[in-house]
């Protein structure tokens, strides 16, 4: 399933689960207070009452709208006088029917009133279980935090299962009421599972079935199985990513095991949504399965089983002739058009032959999405039968309904997170149409309405996660590309005399730094960690000094850098064939890390620096340039560039070098701190840590003895003293600039594998060391430097090497130097000495003692391989 649809259907679990939970709370009347009301509201023409009932019929046969508009019209004649028990059930009943037409604003004001009402009234029973409500809401804008807020925020210092008191959680405990308990265990389960924390997912979901079943509420099995379910289809997501990483860098064991357990924990996923199927049939809740069998469609695409796809389908089509016309209705009209495109086709056209079914089935979600009035789900329909056209190469057509669903996303409650997609479409057309002026006119808009709502969708919802190479990346990458396109590049401009397209490039440029945020935002999942920060940008800062930025861009066909020297306008490289480079890349750092092999072939190294570095060489001595600070995209992020070699040097020798993640992510220079100070905290011994042993690292206490003996008044934990708690406390009590990590530690395809281990076998993430500083003392200058010695990083994953380029930023750093790979323990312990003593020099900045230490590794002769000095790279600012 495409994953805007996945977005928009994801509130429907919370839709299914408080069916189940309304049902138990009103007596199987329907949904929540309206039955209630309609058995206890007096029928008198023209009051009051028969305002909500009259908005209960129109609820029931689908009109919202309308049944929105008389519950307004019978809260105002109720006025202030009527009775708290009276008003709370209109209140509750806009609430949902708000959140049938998208209006999750109105519904949460709506919430708010109702919690306002229980308070009065002192009913904590009922109190709790509109805060679960209230909760679902959230969840459904992707606020996982303010749910999780309501529900059961842990209290410090406490039981790891306790609550904050008055959260759904509490209040359902206190009052023995066990049906409000494994709701808000169900939404809270939902909560853990869409911020990507699955573990604690799984264990609270487990706990509220385990409470249902004992407490005979099995109208929650299904929906809770379907949670469960889910937590298993995203991990096998996540293990097929890793296989494919593995496999492009020829890697078959790594990748066969990780394939293995793909498929895995898609079996367990489809056994869980198949239990969660068989309840909604033995319940015959035709809801529950029409969404359960909307679950299972994907997986049984993945699995290639077009047996159980076909009987789904034809399942599904049953059901939509039976069930009344929703949002829920609509949306998975459109997911089952979309689902006839090949997988793994997102936006990209590849022609299946059932496109006669799939324009059936998004003509029937348009029907719907008309019927109820839902502007949104008109948009999604229409842009979809506008890509199917675009596909089918019948442009005009494609061009009408793109417009439609452009003009549907703007109706009423703005839509930018479907906007931004027909708007991108527009300018695939465009560019298909041969008008690259339209088509670059449309992708900008595009980028613009995606920049308005990049926290939203890039942060709201962990499934996004690996769908952002289909569903956001390729926006960027295609504007971009259409905006090189004609620009004189550095080669031409030197064969022809010709200048350089300074504005073109400067757009290009503005356009990949939004990339980079977005694609940082994404991976951390973080929505206040990535506010730009810098002062200026870095070409901007670097003005001033010798130094050149160079920026990449990595293209479906071709590699773009565009460099910036000191005064002058920027200027475009191409290097041809992207996929034979990624591949030179993959094998230039394989041979860095088989560092144990000497002699080193420097053939790879040779061919690399001719691509990368050789066509700058001209610009790069007539500016007198003697820093180089990169920007890289994709796989080039995993490049070592101070290893690359000219025949005669390598390039740390001519250069000091350093990479930052962004244009705007980079502070500018502060003061050098006049006393350098240290944490250092380094483990030597074999730990058992994240489910895996890792080895001893002999010249551990060396190289903590040598940061102690080159920056006095420093302070070290080592092995057992070396632990989450002394660390806190070691921060709390002396305002360090400089931490220094010599101990393992990983960057992963999923930041919350992303980590560092203490001396007692503890897993430290980069967000716990950020708030360790920041509980430390806030008012202490911010970090100068984060050093991570024996970090590994894996090879050719693009998403692994996120981490790493973004850990000074995740660590409240201005600056970091970590490790791609574990190298040699002596050597890097020399390296840091080394690097402590010139850092000591006022003359040189962070960038250049780096390069110097490196510079007496090379030196100490040729055993010193580049694999054991040239995984120390400087992230963020070389000042």
């Known amino acids: 399933m495409p994953n805007h649809l996945r977005r928009r259907l994801r509130g429907l679990w919370g839709l299914l689960f408080l069916v189940g939970l309304v049902l138990a709370i009103w007596g199987g ?21 028969q305002l909500v009932l009259t908005g209960v019929s129109f609820y029931q046969a689908g009109d919202y709208r309308s049944a929105i508009d008389r519950w307004q019209r019978a809260l105002q004649s109720y006025g202030s006088g009527a009775e708290p028990s009276q008003r709370v059930l209109v209140y509750e009943n806009l609430a949902r029917a708000h959140q049938q037409v998208g209006q999750p604003a109105e519904a949460l004001d709506a919430w708010a009133a109702a919690t306002t009402l229980y308070r009065k009234l002192g009913d904590p029973l009922h109190l709790g279980r509109t805060l679960t409500e209230q909760a679902q809401v959230h969840l459904s804008l992707g606020q996982h935090r303010r749910a999780i807020a309501l529900l059961c925020l842990p209290q410090a210092e406490a039981p790891a299962d306790s609550c904050t008191p008055g959260s759904a959680l509490a209040l359902a405990t206190a009052t023995d009421d066990a049906l409000g308990e494994v709701a808000a265990l169900g939404s809270l389960g939902e909560a853990y599972r869409l911020q990507g924390d699955y573990p604690e997912a799984e264990a609270i979901l487990q706990r509220g079935l385990k409470l249902a079943q004992a407490s005979g509420y099995g109208q929650f099995e299904g929906p809770l199985l379907n949670s469960l379910g889910s937590i298993f289809q995203r991990r096998s997501r996540l293990d097929f990513r890793r296989a494919e990483a ?47 069998r909307l679950n299972l469609l994907p997986l049984y695409r993945q699995q290639d089983d077009p047996t159980a796809v076909n009987a789904t389908r034809q399942r599904l089509g049953e059901l939509v002739a039976q069930l009344p016309a929703s949002r829920t209705l609509a949306y998975g009209a459109i997911a089952v058009g979309r689902s006839y495109q090949p997988v793994g086709t997102t936006f990209r056209c590849a022609l299946s032959g059932d496109e006669a079914q799939a324009q059936t089935w998004l003509d029937r979600g348009a029907a719907i999405a008309t019927q109820i009035s839902d502007h949104r789900a008109q948009s999604f329909a229409l842009g979809e039968l506008g890509h199917l056209r675009e ?42 149409q041969g008008d690259p002026r339209a088509a670059i006119a449309a992708y900008t808009q595009a980028v613009t309405t995606l920049e308005s709502i990049r926290t939203e969708i890039l942060v709201a919802d962990r499934d996004v996660q690996f769908d952002f190479r289909d569903t ?50 994404n991976y951390f999942g973080n929505d206040c960690i990535l506010n730009p920060i810098a002062q200026a940008r870095v070409d901007l800062l670097a003005q001033s000094t010798n130094t050149a930025v160079i920026s990449s861009v990595v293209l479906p066909q071709r590699t773009a850098l565009i460099v910036n020297l000191p005064n002058q306008p920027p200027q475009l490289v191409w290097i041809d064939n992207s996929s034979q480079l990624r591949d030179t890349v993959v094998q230039f750092r394989l041979g860095l890390e088989a560092f144990y092999t000497e002699p080193y072939a420097t053939t790879v190294a040779e061919q690399l620096y001719g691509q990368l570095i050789k066509p700058l060489e001209p610009a790069l001595t007539a500016g007198n340039i003697t820093t180089l600070v990169f920007i890289h995209d994709g796989f080039l992020r995993s490049v070592p560039m101070a290893a690359l070699y000219d025949g005669g040097q390598f390039l740390i020798e001519k250069y000091a070098i350093a990479t930052t993640p962004a244009l705007t992510l980079t502070t500018a220079a502060p003061s050098r701190p ?19 042993r890792f080895p001893p690292i002999p010249a551990v206490p060396t190289e903590v003895a040598s940061v102690l003996a080159a920056l006095p008044g420093s302070q070290a934990l080592l092995d057992e003293a070396f632990s989450q708690a002394q660390l806190k406390q070691a921060l709390q009590e002396t305002p360090f600039s400089i931490l220094h990590f010599a101990t393992h530690g990983q960057f992963s395809p999923d930041p919350t594998e992303n980590f560092i281990i203490t001396g007692q076998g503890e897993t430290v993430t980069f967000g716990q060391l950020e708030a360790f500083i920041q509980a430390g003392n806030p008012n202490n200058p911010q970090i100068d430097l984060v050093m991570l010695t024996a970090c590994d990083t ?20 201005r600056s970091a130097i970590a490790s791609l790979w574990q190298a040699d323990d002596a050597i890097t312990a ?14 040189l900045n962070k960038a250049q003692a780096l390069q110097q230490a490196q510079i007496q590794a090379i030196r100490r002769g040729p055993s010193v391989t580049p694999g054991k000095w040239a995984p120390l790279i400087l992230v963020g600012n070389w000042l």
Request: aromatic fraction near 6%; glycine fraction near 8%.
């Open 794 to 813: 894996a090879a050719g994953d693009d998403r692994a090497t996120l981490g790493l380029a973004g850990v000074a930023i995740r660590a409240g750093a």
């Open 472 to 521: 956001v990346e390729p926006l960027y990458r295609e504007l971009i590309e259409l905006q090189l396109t004609g620009v004189t590049s550095l080669q031409a401009a030197a064969k022809q005399n010709l200048l350089p397209s300074a504005s073109a490039l400067e757009s290009a440029l503005v356009t990949a730094d939004a990339l980079r945020l977005a694609e940082l935002q």
């Open 246 to 292: 593995a496999s492009q860098l020829g890697l078959t064991g790594i990748a066969n095991t990780f394939s293995g357990q793909a498929q895995g924990q898609a079996q367990q996923a489809r056994q869980l949504l198949e239990q969660a199927l068989a309840w909604a049939q033995q319940q015959a809740n035709l809801a529950a399965e029409w969404q359960t």
């Open 391 to 432: 596909c089918q190469s019948q442009l005009d057509a494609a061009v009408a309904l793109t417009q439609q669903a452009q003009v549907a996303a703007t109706q009423g409650l703005a839509a930018a997170d479907s906007l931004y997609l027909w708007q991108w479409q527009a300018g695939r057309i465009a560019r298909l």
């Open 674 to 692: 006049e006393n350098l100070q240290a944490l250092v905290l380094g483990s030597s011994q074999a730990v058992v840590a994240a489910g895996r």
């Open 830 to 843: 020399q390296i840091s000495q080394d690097f402590y003593r010139f850092l000591k020099e006022p003359h």
């Open 29 to 49: 009347q329907g949904w929540s207070s309206l039955g209630l009301a309609n058995d206890a509201i007096a029928t008198q023409a023209g009051t009051p009452e």
